[in-house]
């Protein structure tokens, strides 16, 4: 079959395995070709899990798979948003792509959208008397609407609520749905942020129904 279909949010989602399968095999080598069929196979056997076993899983799947690297390195700009089959393919990514991989990976585990959101940090690096910091990126899980969020870090493999994670302050998180500033409750539109919509369309065209 060409098409895998998931539940999400009360819509039904159509991935396209034929297009996706192609647009791997056309620019990459076997072993990318190795990691999309696992990273397939690790969105089915998840879909029936308990959401910490989903979100467990698929944050241990990149950090371990995926190497770190920057966007110079990898894509050869300053700042790129990679696609999660850009990411499988390279084998490497920043903190963003990890970030927008999970994100795209756990909705289609079953995991609700408006559960997830990509979040913009400022990240002390060196322990808790460092004044050395850093923009970085992490995904964020809310179990309830305004609780608080569990992070999803490509820097550490432990699941942990954001209250213990002392070394990142948020400045903003956004999802397809919209963008969150500082502590807004309510989001603004998300068309602000271009690279998104960049990686949205990118993203429909290898496949994905978004």
């Known amino acids: 079959m060409s098409l895998a279909i998931a539940l999400v949010a009360g819509r039904v989602i159509a991935l396209d395995l034929r297009a996706m399968r192609a647009a791997i095999e056309s ?46 390195t ?6 790129y948003w990679a696609t999660t089959l850009e990411t499988l393919g390279a084998g490497a ?21 408006g559960k997830l959101r990509m979040t913009y940090v400022i990240a002390t690096i060196g322990g808790s008397r460092s004044h050395t910091t850093a923009p970085h990126m992490v995904l964020a899980y809310y179990p309830v609407p305004d609780g608080e969020p569990l ?28 963008v969150w500033l500082g502590g807004a409750r309510s989001p603004t539109p998300v068309d602000r942020l271009s690279r998104w919509q960049d990686v949205l369309i990118k993203m429909h065209r290898e496949g994905h129904d978004l």
């Open 93 to 113: 990514g920043d903190c963003e792509d990890y970030a927008i991989a999970k994100y795209f990976t756990l909705i289609e585990a079953g995991v609700e959208p």
């Open 151 to 178: 992070l999803l870090d490509s820097l550490i493999t432990d699941i942990l609520p954001a209250s213990e994670r002392q070394d990142l302050k948020p400045v903003y998180s956004f999802n397809a749905l919209g």
């Open 27 to 72: 620019w990459h080598s076997a072993p990318a070709r190795e990691r999309f069929e696992r990273w397939r196979a690790l969105v089915d056997e998840t879909r029936g899990d308990p959401e910490p076993a989903r979100l467990k899983r698929v944050n241990e799947f990149f950090n371990r798979t995926i190497h770190f690297a920057d966007d110079i």
């Open 74 to 79: 990898v894509w050869h700009q300053e700042d």
